[in-house]
């Protein structure tokens, strides 16, 4: 790995990881975002790492407690979100780069999927931990996975987009120019 | 056409993703309609249903019913009342018993009271209850009514 890439990937992961230790309502993080956009602008090797980082690193300062048995499974949710990201970012090269709607639209429902993914994964987690049914502990945070999924799909509709321009001005790249939107 | 097959696969999964969400609210009711019901089984023995009528026909010609509101055993009119509606009462120790001065907001207007009545199943017909609210013991399955009302001796 190039210094330039560990460079990029200690600062991915140093956002990440001080935005997840910043004190927030529950269920309501911007981890997901930036593994995404990470995996989406540097590929899915950079996602998955950042993801996987920052979940080990939260799993032990996380201001909600140590993660204990949990960590692997916030470690492999986290990091298949950003991996998907890269494999987003390669489908939408290969198949022409959808409009800015169209990219806002399509983020916020895989957004609600892998965020869901995420859940259920974790969930896992708390089941073996727990030692309780798989189908009751998923209903019985039903709330919290409404509200995790929710914030995530407006996070990922909204930001995303604008994310992407931004990072990719600042490091002099145009990865993703899109197709101007008529209003 | 792949940019469709890819958005399509996407609004698939969104689409599944909310399904399954609505799936687990569903279910979180779900149990927790079985975790009352649970409980109502559990004090069957110590709570009975009755039905409660307010009927405001004479102010803007609503009726609402509470029907089967479960209530302790031996509970009087006016708590079972209470369970359903805010009431504002006023003790009398001449009377020994409550007086009604408004439910929901409706207060005593007047010469508009808030009567009470019990339904006889044997006569079938409504009758004034003759003592205060907290005075009358209802039973198991019994419908009373609230009447905001012009009485008859008035």
């Known amino acids: ?183 | 056409m792949e940019l469709q097959k890819r958005s399509l696969i996407i609004l698939c999964l969104g689409w599944l993703a909310s399904l399954a969400l609505a799936s687990f609210v569903a279910g979180y009711y779900y149990m927790e309609f079985q975790n009352l019901n649970g409980l109502i089984e559990k004090y069957e023995n110590v709570i009975m249903r009755v039905n409660i009528c307010i009927d405001y026909k004479e102010l803007n010609e609503t009726v609402v019913w509470y029907n089967d509101t479960i209530v302790s055993l031996g509970c009087n009119l006016l708590q079972a009342t209470e369970t359903v509606a805010l009431v504002n009462s006023t003790y009398s120790p001449a009377q020994q018993a409550s007086f009604v001065n408004a439910i929901n907001g409706v207060s005593n207007h007047g010469a508009y009271f808030w009567m009470w009545q019990h339904w006889n199943d044997v006569q079938e017909k409504w009758e004034y209850g003759d003592v205060g609210a907290d005075r009358y013991r209802l039973t198991n399955n019994e419908t009373v009514r609230w009447r905001y009302e012009l009485p008859s001796y008035t």
């Open chain 1, 1 to 183: 790995m190039r210094a330039k890439n560990i460079a990029l990937l200690a600062v991915m992961t140093s956002v990440c990881v001080g935005i997840q230790l910043t004190p927030r309502p529950p269920q309501i993080e911007f981890t997901s975002l930036i593994c995404f956009l990470t995996g989406f602008l540097f590929g899915s090797f950079f996602g998955v790492s950042v993801g996987a980082l920052t979940m080990l690193i939260n799993g032990f300062l996380s201001p909600w407690g140590f993660g204990d048995i949990n960590i692997p499974f916030q470690i492999l949710g986290m990091a298949l979100i950003g991996f998907v990201g890269g494999v987003y970012r390669k489908s939408c090269t290969r198949a022409g780069n959808p409009s800015a709607r169209w990219f806002s639209l399509e983020v916020s429902f895989l957004a609600a999927f892998l965020t869901l993914i995420y859940e259920i994964i974790v969930t896992v987690g708390f089941v073996i931990f727990l030692n309780v049914n798989i189908i009751v502990a998923l209903i019985l945070g039903a709330w919290f996975t409404v509200v995790h999924v929710v914030s995530n799909t407006v996070l990922f509709g909204t930001a995303l987009f604008g994310l992407v321009r931004i990072v990719s001005n600042v490091l002099g790249e145009q990865p993703w120019s899109y197709k101007k939107e008529v209003l």
